[in-house]
């Protein structure tokens, strides 16, 4: 399997990162070399064993922890806008979105 | 005062004393490190320092002294790779992406480290986001081993490393995804640990890869890191859903337990024709210290060892490329000044904020997570991950605690590995399986190789076994000088 120009265009567009030719093309040959130790992976026999996601579930009960459903934080908008690129009034600015 | 000169070559454990004593200042401590740091600038450890809010975090701790508080690091200055958010310091993550930003807050292990008394000196150069092995990654230039500046310090905390290293901060915060804490630590002849995932809280720790990114301490020796790792560990139950509920310990309780009897699993694949030659020299002549102690080695094997590295690299990148989702040029970080319209803002903030290798992973990352795929390489890596995680509880049967090489060379030279990532990724090969597990591993200096840099030892433990890594690796610097080694100039 390797990846095809048109298959990086579309990853892409997914990433939401804009590529020149250039980088497209080099990152293409970059992660094809990558795939091919990634081929050792994808022949191992993994039937019927349980994906991990918490690493400590390898060895007891992580449970996802819930907290009651009350207002814990104070409004903080002003310092959370501080580093903002574009806000007027409290709002975040983006280009406009409906014409 | 007559021991100012020599402050830089306290440790942490010393320097706490001396304050504690009143012998030193926590001002005069502050004023010493921020004016190595100063002198020692061409080393590139520093992404940020700022003297006014230093001494004034230094003078609070004179107060607080004086006043009889006895936290247990009173006065002691600290710097923190620049993960970690900090609302006195700009932070980075190393990247363009954030250049300018300012958190409203500080990251938990900040603040808790800061209530044990500790005064920030700055923050620390680090590769992009955490990822590389190299610090070459960072946007604002690499840091330099203070062994050979031509060489790389490792990474990603490599300006962490450096810091230690050279003395300009006696004590500093690290990050560990896949290594990030052990193999600059090696590289730079320091010690350094990796808790347990889930011991040490990830809120406020610019996220990389949720599932294997871990918080630790950095330092000289073995009782620092234990004196540092009982502040900075504890749950975190409202600020991080994976923090464990497990109480924070003392963790230099057991520093000076007898190693009689200690069963020392070796793992077979670890010392493979990939080792190269002097670091096997002196990771066996570590070996042979701890057979001195009383220990015990045993030969184990670790199945999957390689396998570590195209399921890391699958993982991390997957969780990578949805963690950086949110860098948007909408709420934080770089916009880009030119664009059509919402998607094309999207592309070209993202375009120009990031760095080459971050951009590869989240491609990566992307892909893997796309449909159609998601089975075949995100679901599989994480299925092989429980296969390495019981792998290590097979091992356990037969040994206490695993030690081996922490990379399979010492730091190279900067740019050598040209522009090849491959190169990067399979020099992880011993870090890896440990962060995959979430187990506890360290890096302990164990002498010198290949044009005179240091060589570190890697101890694994089994969930929650920090205690026993700082123990091992305490007894090991009773016995050995290699950490008390300076490299020349510094």
Known sequence: ?99 | MSTTPALHNLTVAELAAQLRQKQVSAVEAARHFLARGAAHAPLGAYLATDEAVTLAQAAQADARLAAGDTAPLLGVPMAHKDIFVTKDFPTTAGSKMLAGYRSPFDATVVSRLAQAGVVTLGKLNCDEFAMGSSNENSAFGPAQNPWDTSRVPGGSSGGSAVAVAARLAPAVTGTDTGGSIRQPASFCGITGIKPTYGRASRYGMVAFASSLDQAGPMARTAEDCALLLSALCGPDPDRDSTSLDVPAEDYSRHLNDSLEGLRIGVPQEFFGPGLSADVRAAVDAALKEYEKLGARLVSISLPRTELSIPVYYIIAPAEASSNLSRFDGVKFGHRASQYTDLLDMYKKSRAEGFGDEVKRRIMVGTYVLSHGYYDAYYLQAQKIRRMIADDFQQAFKDCDVIAGPVAPTVAWKLGGHGSDPLADYLADVFTLPASLAGLPGMSVPAGFGEGGMPVGLQLIGNYFGESRLLNMAHRLQQATDWHQRAPEGI
Request: charged share 25%.
């Open chain 1, 1 to 99: 399997m390797a990846l095809t120009p048109h298959d990086i265009d579309r990853i892409a567009h997914l990433a939401r990162l804009e590529l020149q030719p250039a980088e497209s093309e080099r990152m293409r040959s970059q992660i094809n070399g990558f795939f091919d130790i990634v081929d050792q992976m994808r022949a191992v026999d993994t039937t019927g064993v349980e994906p991990l996601a918490h690493p400590v579930a390898a060895i007891q009960t992580v449970a996802l922890r819930l907290r009651d459903d009350v207002v814990s934080e104070p409004d903080n908008r002003t310092a959370n806008q501080q580093t903002a690129p574009a806000v007027d009034r409290g709002l975040f600015l983006v280009p406009r979105v409906i014409e």
